[in-house]
């Protein structure tokens, strides 16, 4: 009997445990003002860990062991957090959450590397989150980014854009840190964050911060104007097949633009899939596709001097390519004397002074490809190994074709970059490990690839022949001259004789010839650049919170390793490719004291790079201090380094016939270049001898191997959360920059120190090298912001910001290229009526003309002000779980341009399906 009593008790307690273990709340949660469902809402026990998320129908399953009745706690961004109490876990819930105003609340990371609210960063920080980037008028996150406070961006065509903070704003910023889901998003071999070409697709993420200003104590070195940090969307937390599908038109003719293209489609469909297979395992898939016609870069002033194509036969545009080809052709007018003295009063004259010819250009459209093409792929596996441990493996891949401006333009087409990662975390650490590896694939350098199709077509002067381009256009200038025409048009009249049976783009025979040098590696006498780069990271990192009671410590430590793969075409590497370590350790302290009122911080990185002896360390110290309720004054001091790039130190790249965009190492100049032996002279100094023959003019230009930059950066701000509607933040920074590494253009001969080389091309080099300034630089700034919940979900937002640099490097090019001021407003609705249904959206930016620096000598100039309106309005439908927008961007269809020889840029006017979006 006492055998069947124990039996009996035992089988009881089993089935009660097993009750427990299979205990299963469901429920859905609506918002209570519209009644549709809310997807991505967490939904936990209280007093317990774990939970779980609603799925892409607001639906949820909770497993829990707690015995009944317990409360359950329902939370989600933009809603009134609510406590159930579930009494019988039989019935399902209905759970009714009520619109909350976001403004204040929203929550960083990059900051600090802790969860904080934004409100009171240490550090000034801009953000966008999924929601606001589904409601913007923009149309894609990337053109959001103009409209944030402190931001400047270059865009160089529809897939490529750099963004900078406080400064020194240029296409490629290689002092700019994006980081995708903790990975560095830079190009292996370039060094410059890749923009969204490996980024995050439209719809997988979930939130974006930007840190103004140096912030390389917490990311390493190169983040010396700012850091962007973007999270894509976890699986398990939004589920659901997601559909955006957009239709658009760019290219609509104004009658102020020079827009060669006609009106022509833009397309941009993205998918996302993501399952919850169970409570352990989730994944996700994204795929986007962006196809259009591209902006076209029309700059046609010309770099030598004040005349047009028509009036100045040294005519040379940073838009038309081929025209850096310049030669004095009075050697060849000589040579027409000596043959016919009967000439001489015509050539005579003439020899009075230099007269510099340059080889006809093309124009950008017809000769690059501007069709514009974006493949972007992602999946991820995410697995708790256990309850509070987390196994990521994710891959991402893209591959297109785009306009890149630097030392010239170049279409970079049927490029591949992909970035594979495998990471654990715990809820206190992770341990990180990716790669990224690039291929340039079939990259056309616009400017010398130019020059080379003239070339091929016919030399310039054949020595063999003793014929050539520059020979028939001096017997056509003398014919014209000799036939009465005045200078100009007998300039005119030569062109058109050497420029007899010229290719035209579009045809065969041109295409083949741009198609046989664009495919020839540099090395071996053509124009490609075959970067096949990779670079290898782990990082790990550890919070010590509640491990040492008096402080709170974060500590990590970073590997990486560049594999710099170019076949000699952009970096030295003749023989193997060139390997870079860099390790790093970084520590950060903080603590709050007065009452919690005041937040200090301090960070420490250390960080060593095996191109230069010497390691640097980065330290921040901040100070926040809550004046009142929702009050804060944030004081930060950073003083950063960067080491240069691997472009800075090692860069050889062609840019030009006989010119080259350098490095600065003493490897490259005196190894490479023998400066040493053939001393460099400034360009703008060679250019004054060629005009006037006096070898007087020549300036020698004084050189030192290139090292590290560093900045010491000061930031003080208030930002302020008043009556819950109005958000307001200002600060003021100034930044002290030393051994500032900048640009100059500089030539030698190498070979021979007879400076009568300098009036030959073919005897002379240029270069493009990175050095350090001698002087310091200093730039200063402020910015101020203010955001109002306007009630039924109208809000509206203005920013204003100023930047200036102050002693600037006169021998250096700076590329500070920054306006003076920015405005930036926006106003919308995310839902109007009784269900919401109706939202719309506006966004205006502001700027005034400012200089502009390309580097490499291809440009410079003012680039306009401009005024920007995009615009977009929505209606969602409910029961279809769908949207539809239409909308705009640059509206008035005002072309603008973001710097020099970069795209002039009309409106798009579009139309958006949207599916399952959250």
């Known amino acids: ?92 819930l209905e759970v ?28 000034t920080i801009e953000q966008l989150s999924s929601k606001a980037i589904a409601n913007a008028p923009q149309l894609n996150y990337m053109d959001m980014m103009q409209g944030l406070k402190g931001v400047d961006v270059t865009v160089s065509s529809l897939g490529f854009t750099s963004v900078t903070t406080r400064g020194f704003n240029t296409s490629g910023n ?65 589920q659901g097949l997601s559909l955006l599908v957009t239709q658009g038109v760019n290219h609509i003719k104004s009658k102020k ?51 047009s194509r028509f009036t100045d036969p040294n005519y040379n545009s940073p838009n038309y390519y081929g025209g850096a080809t310049s030669v004095d052709i009075n050697p060849f007018l000589e040579a027409a004397r000596a043959m016919d003295e009967s000439m001489a009063p015509l050539i005579d004259p003439l020899l009075q002074k230099p007269n510099y010819v340059a080889r006809t250009g093309y124009a950008e459209y017809g000769y690059l490809d501007n069709n514009a093409k974006l493949l972007k792929t992602n999946a991820e596996l995410r697995y708790f190994i256990t309850p509070k441990t987390q196994l990521i493996a994710s891959g991402t891949f893209g591959t297109g074709s785009v306009v890149y401006t630097n030392d010239t333009r170049y279409q970079i087409k049927d490029f591949k970059v992909g970035q594979y990662r495998l990471e654990a975390r715990g809820d206190k650490w992770f341990v990180r490990s990716y790669t990224t590896q690039e291929n340039s694939g079939n990259t056309l350098i616009a400017g010398p690839t130019a020059q080379y199709i003239n070339e091929a077509w016919k030399p310039s002067y054949d020595e063999t022949t003793m014929d050539g381009w520059y020979p028939q256009y001096t017997m056509g200038l003398l014919t014209a001259l000799a036939g009465g025409a005045d200078l100009t048009n007998a300039h005119l009249a030569a062109r058109a004789v050497a420029d007899e049976g010229r290719l035209v783009p579009g045809t065969p025979e041109f295409e083949a010839l741009k198609s046989k040098i664009s495919g020839t590696p540099i090395s071996e006498g053509g124009t490609l650049f075959l970067d096949r780069s990779k670079l290898y990271n782990t990082e790990a990192q550890y919070n010590f919170a509640g491990l040492i009671p008096f402080v709170n410590v974060i500590a990590g430590a970073n590997w990486r390793l560049y594999n710099l793969n170019s076949k000699n075409t952009l970096f030295p590497d003749d023989d193997k490719p060139i390997h870079v370590n860099e390790y790093s350790g970084y520590l950060q302290l903080s603590k709050k004291m007065i009452q919690e009122r005041l937040s200090a911080a301090a960070s420490f990185r250390y960080d060593k790079n095996t191109l230069f002896k010497e390691p640097k360390v980065t330290s921040r110290a901040s100070l926040v201090f809550e004046a009142a309720s929702e009050h804060y004054i944030r004081f930060s001091y950073q003083n950063a380094y960067s080491f240069p790039s691997n472009i800075q130190a090692l860069q050889n790249t062609l840019n030009g016939y006989n010119s080259y965009s350098s490095g600065g190492s003493s490897f490259l100049l005196n190894g490479k270049y023998k400066f040493d032996q053939y001393p460099p002279y400034t360009l703008g100094s060679v250019e004054a001898y060629q005009q006037s023959g006096d070898p007087s003019a020549l300036k ?99 920013n204003y910001y100023s930047d200036y640099l102050k002693n600037r490097n006169n021998s250096q090019v700076n590329n500070f290229n920054t306006p003076h001021y920015h405005i ?76 020099i020889a970069n795209p002039a840029i009309g409106a798009v006017y579009y139309a958006t399906f949207a599916y399952n979006i959250f």
Not at 12 to 26: D, E, K, N, V, Y
Request: net charge positive; proline share 4%.
């Open 96 to 123: 009714l959450l009520s619109p909350a105003s976001v403004l204040g609340t929203e929550v960083v990371v990059s900051s600090s590397r802790t969860r904080q609210q934004k409100l009171a960063s240490p550090v």
């Open 824 to 899: 930036n407003m926006e106003f919308g609705n995310s839902g109007i009526g009784k269900k919401q249904q109706w939202s719309f959206n506006t966004a205006l930016r502001y700027k005034p003309g400012y200089f502009y620096v390309v580097s490499g000598g291809l440009a410079q100039g003012t680039v306009p002000a401009s005024a920007v309106i995009d615009a977009q309005i929505s209606y969602k439908l409910i029961k279809a779980h769908s949207g539809i927008r239409i909308g705009g961007t640059n509206i008035t269809n005002r072309y603008y341009s973001t710097g």
């Open 1 to 92: 009997m006492r055998k069947v009593l124990l039996m009996s008790m035992v089988f009881q307690l089993c089935l009660a445990g097993a009750s427990r273990a299979q205990q299963t709340i469901r429920g859905v949660v609506r918002n209570a003002v519209t009644g549709e469902t809310v997807a991505a809402v967490s939904v936990g026990v209280q007093n317990a860990s774990g939970g779980t998320y609603t799925n892409d129908r607001g639906r949820f399953a909770l497993h829990t062991q707690k015995v009944l009745p317990l409360t359950l706690l329902v939370s989600s961004v933009g809603y009134e957090p609510r406590e159930m109490v579930v009494s019988d876990a039989r019935q399902p």
């Open 257 to 307: 633009s020079n827009d060669p293209v006609g009106a022509a489609p833009y397309y941009d469909w993205t998918l996302r899939w993501a399952k919850k297979i169970n409570e352990k395992l989730a994944f996700k898939v994204n795929i986007q596709y962006t196809q259009a016609k591209d902006w076209v870069a029309t700059d046609t002033s010309n770099k030598n001097g004040s005349g």
């Open 174 to 238: 290689t002092n700019f840190t994006q980081i995708v889901d903790g990975m560095d998003n830079q190009a292996p071999g370039l060094n410059f964050p890749l923009g969204s070409a490996i980024g995050l697709t439209q719809l997988d993420v979930d939130n974006i911060e930007l840190l103004s200003g140096a912030s390389s104590a917490l990311y390493g070195s190169r983040g010396l104007n700012g850091t962007m940090v973007m999270t894509g969307k976890d699986p398990f937390k939004y």
């Open 700 to 798: 020698q230009f004084i050189y030192n191997d290139i090292k590290p930059q560093s900045v010491d950066a000061f930031e003080l701000g208030y930002a302020a959360l008043i009556g819950k509607r109005v958000l307001i933040d200002v600060l003021g920074y100034y930044s002290q920059w030393k051994n500032f590494i900048g640009y100059a253009n500089v030539a030698n001969t190498p070979g021979t120190q007879d400076p009568e080389a300098f009036k030959d091309h073919s005897k002379y080099i240029q270069y493009n090298i990175a050095f350090n300034g001698g002087e310091r630089v200093n730039t200063y700034g402020y910015a101020a912001s203010v955001s109002v919940d306007l009630n039924r979900n109208f809000l509206a937002k203005v």
